[in-house]
């Protein structure tokens, strides 16, 4: 039987991607507040896009505290004609990490402590996606919501495949987030590349920017290879695209010299320094960055309920189930 939207109430958009609209809404007649994220465009007749049906598969299968929780599918009335909407009802979230981390009110006023309290949790979801085989493939601070109760959850499962070892698209994850080995044409690829977006979002939580941005993959590429090396070319020769991006000479990587310069604690250089690197087969997991010093030092993560609350007004937060467009860093320093 097919669920139609009209047991829902749409108050209002709170963001907007290519392919779909997130709504705040309430359920009729208990008004419980809901997302729903309409599903805007369709890729043949048949049904919705491979992508929509992948990210409701992994959802109801899916079943975490820190992964969002997908509460419903609905149809607008003339969906089976072919002329409505898909819509995904998911709890709501009134934050997502990029909005506070970049929010005049939040941003000058939030614990070090809390925002341990969330990488904290980010990792714990992230392993329990990992460990159920999940490559998440578009992790990025828009995509990390958080609720008035204290809790991180991970978004946004459209790209999201399940490990293997067959090959797969690399023009995948928002390019500041994107590891070198996709950029320089690798498909063959698993958790490691999640990885490498869990050291940038880690550093853009610490220094309120991410460590690569730019507009070009040669843009960001150039800058990997100034601060964190050139990749082995042993390894590197395989990639589809390593002639068009080798370097003239091997880059040394200087990645101790640029987290110094930003002034990292010991425990930060020691976990950056294990996710930011070239060299994919050494990145740590998701299960050993738990394990570093940097949760168990001072200031200890927050738990949940210890977390201050932020009002929901849209001068705080912007929902994100979908990507938007991006904040824009001043560039970042690099090393000549």
Sequence with gaps: MIRVVNKYQIHQELGRGTYSVVYYSTTIPTGTPVALKEMKEFENSNGFPQTTAREIRFLQQLNHPNVIKLLDVVTSEKYIDGTGALFLVFEYMPHDLQSLLYSPVVSTTISFAQIKGYLFQFLVGINYLHKTG??????????????????????????????????????????????????????????????????????????????????????????????????????????????????????????????????????????LSKLITVDRKARATAEQVLGMNFFKSEPTPLLPWQMVEYNSTLEVHQVNMSPTTPIKSPPIITFV
Aim: aromatic share 12%.
């Design 134 to 271: 999940i490559v998440h493939r578009d992790l990025k601070p828009s995509n990390l919501l958080i609720n008035n109760k204290g809790y991180l959850k991970i978004a946004d499962f459209g790209l999201a495949r399940r490990a293997s070892k067959s090959e797969c698209n690399n023009n995948v994850i928002t390019l500041n987030y994107r590891p070198p080995e996709l950029i320089l044409g690798n498909g063959f690829y698993g958790t490691e590349i999640d990885m490498w977006s869990v050291g940038c979002i880690i550093f853009e939580c610490l220094f309120k920017r991410p460590p690569f941005t730019g507009s070009s993959e040669l843009e960001i590429l150039t800058m990997i290879y100034g601060v964190c090396g050139s990749p082995d070319e042993s390894d590197a020769r395989q990639f589809r695209r390593w002639e068009e991006y080798r370097p003239n000479k091997p880059f040394p990587c200087r990645l101790v010299e640029f987290l110094e310069r930003w002034k990292c604690s010991m425990d930060q250089e020691e976990m």
